[in-house]
């Protein structure tokens, strides 16, 4: 039978054809195949794409909020109750967590209260803009910095609509600051998905 060799002097018959696309360092039984990954693992891939469809959206949606408003009010409180004071004796925080309160007038307070939920704003905003781009709405739909732009001032106007809610209800209805920070959140969730899923993001 008419063969011929290989380089590494292995013979091979020339009617054979040649072991395309096969890395003999990895010969077949060697353990080394490719495998699929596991049915958790591509769900998890799958969950946190963009295509995961409205509801694992939504979900996304709620669990970035839930984080953004942790960090909003870790900062609101850090300031509430250091440098620029806004919590009154029978606060919540002040009775549950003994947080330092101050004696103020509700003009001051809910001054404070303002200054201290534009702060907290900010910093969640960044780290919120940058999860939802990144795990639940599919950016592109303006360049980077005019979305940017269109997200914070979402969220800016979200953010003093909620807080001037809040804010009359300090001073006209003397609610306690943690229950107006309760309200401007609220508010501020629900008009920012809006915003974000239909203006913003490509959805």
Not at 63 to 75: D, E, H, K, R
Not at 148 to 173: D, E, K, P, Q, R
Request: glycine content about 8%; overall charge positive; aromatic content about 16%.
């Amino acid at each position: 039978m008419d063969r011929q060799v290989d380089r590494d002097g292995r013979g091979r018959d020339k009617r054979d054809p040649p072991d395309r696309g096969r890395d003999k360092r990895d010969p077949p039984g060697s353990g080394c195949e490719r495998r699929d990954p596991p049915a958790w693992r591509r769900f998890i891939s799958r969950f946190l794409s963009h295509d995961s469809g409205p509801f694992a959206q939504f979900v996304k949606y709620g669990a970035i909020g839930v984080a953004s408003t942790i960090v909003q009010m870790l900062v609101f409180y850090l300031l509430a109750s250091t440098c620029c004071r806004c919590l009154g004796p029978d606060d919540w925080a002040v009775k549950g967590f003994g947080l330092p309160s101050v004696e103020v007038s509700d003009w001051v307070r809910g001054f404070r209260f303002v200054v201290d939920t534009a702060l907290g704003f900010s910093v969640a905003n960044v780290f919120c803009w940058l999860m939802n781009r990144a795990f639940v709405f599919r950016p592109g739909k303006f360049a980077w910095y005019k979305e940017f732009a269109l997200f914070f001032g979402a969220a800016a106007c979200a953010m003093a609509l909620a807080t001037g809610l809040s804010w009359v209800l300090i001073n006209w209805a003397g609610i306690q600051t943690s229950a107006a920070v309760v309200i401007e959140v609220v508010v501020s969730f629900v008009v920012n998905f809006v915003a974000r899923k239909f203006f913003i993001f490509k959805g």
